[in-house]
């Protein structure tokens, strides 16, 4: 039943773990970073690039100038990372760039980017909205794929999807007046729901999140993670030093009693977050989380953060979640202390004739 809702959607949002054809990613540090910073972020990302390229191609988005420049030198030893000019000025493509689908309806099978209106995490003060959160407005020439549009506001790492048409989001992002003010809560909500269903989504489990969370609102790629075979990965917090939110708990409850589109109850499991007194940087703005991943065709690229005792047990739920898939370690702290991680980083491009 939900394959066939899924045909007549002609959109398909396919999981992350499909095959890809890509990783697209930038190599561009805002002027918000100072230069100590983000000379820190580069070698991050450095790492992050040459970790994917293992696995799948990457595609590397450069501003004109210095850094399409030093990218090109940077990588110029790695025969699948292939740098792009292109009119970005930041590095959470999660959020900047469009989510790559599937028409279905296309003889082709034709891949789609879709538009989910990024206004730069609410457009705040500190964070107005920038040229180059636009990428999306320009899919057909830099991603050589055409457009699709919606009505609402979103961003990448609010969203997780398990290809057969549920999706997994939160309130406090989603229906955050500062993304989409369209009157009541209760009426926003809706109308999201109707929209997504255009995009092959059926089943919609909404969480609470973190409203409270700095520029993100309480995005869900911070604790939550689809697998194969109904798998929900949940992170919890159990630290003497952090005192964990209610609401965490509350939504590792709340999907212990999802279902999916096609009915079927989600199998929950847990991954505990590192422990503060082993993170570089104890401020709150670190992004602190195991299930912030990539999932490369053939790799899993997995944040570690010095806790040896949890970095283990979350490289080991990990595996087994995707035991195909060969573990890479990777320690991110600039990443991880401007408030992101791998999946931030990353978008991957579905290969249209595997998916």
């Not at 100072?34 to 799948?56: G, P, Y």
Request: net charge positive.
């Amino acid at each position: 039943m939900a394959q066939d809702r899924l045909r007549r959607a002609g959109i398909r949002i396919p999981a992350e773990w499909e095959p890809h054809e890509c990783c697209w990613m930038a190599w561009a540090v805002h002027r918000e970073w100072s230069a100590r910073d983000a000379a820190r972020i580069k070698r991050d990302l450095t790492k992050v690039v040459h970790a994917i390229a293992r696995f799948e191609p990457v595609r590397l988005l450069a501003p004109r100038g210095r850094e399409f420049r030093e990218a090109c030198k940077r990588f110029s030893g790695c025969s699948t990372v292939t740098v792009i000019e292109a009119p970005v000025d930041d590095f959470w493509m999660r959020d900047i760039m469009p989510t790559f689908a599937i028409r279905t309806d296309s003889p082709h099978r034709q891949v789609v980017a879709i538009d989910w209106n990024f206004n730069a995490w609410g457009g705040t003060p500190d964070r107005p909205v920038r040229r180059g959160d636009q990428l999306a407005k320009v899919a057909a020439s830099i991603f050589g794929v055409p457009r699709v549009s919606v009505s609402f506001v979103a961003e990448g790492g609010a969203l997780a999807f398990d290809g057969r048409g549920t999706l997994i989001t939160t309130r406090s992002c989603l229906l955050n007046p500062n993304r989409n003010p369209l009157r009541g809560r209760a009426d926003r909500q809706a109308a999201i729901g109707l929209e997504l269903k255009k995009l092959g989504i059926h089943q919609v489990i909404w969480l609470e999140g973190d409203i409270s969370e700095p520029i993100t609102s309480g995005h869900i790629d911070g604790y939550v993670l689809c697998a194969p075979a109904n798998k929900v990965l949940v992170e919890s917090i159990d630290d003497p030093d952090d005192e964990p939110s209610f609401w965490r708990e509350h939504d590792a409850r709340l999907l212990g009693r999802g279902k999916n589109a096609n009915g079927h109850s989600f199998r929950v499991k847990r991954v505990t977050a590192p422990r503060r007194r082993y993170l570089s940087a104890a401020s709150n703005g670190f992004a602190a989380t195991y299930l912030n991943v990539y999932i490369a065709n053939g790799g899993l690229i997995v944040p570690q953060f010095g806790d040896a005792e949890r970095d283990e047990f979350a490289c080991s739920a990990l595996a087994e979640s995707f035991p195909s898939r060969e573990i890479v370690r990777l320690r991110i702290d600039a990443i991880a202390r401007g408030g992101g991680g791998i999946h931030c980083l990353t978008q991957q491009m579905p290969n249209s004739q595997e998916s």
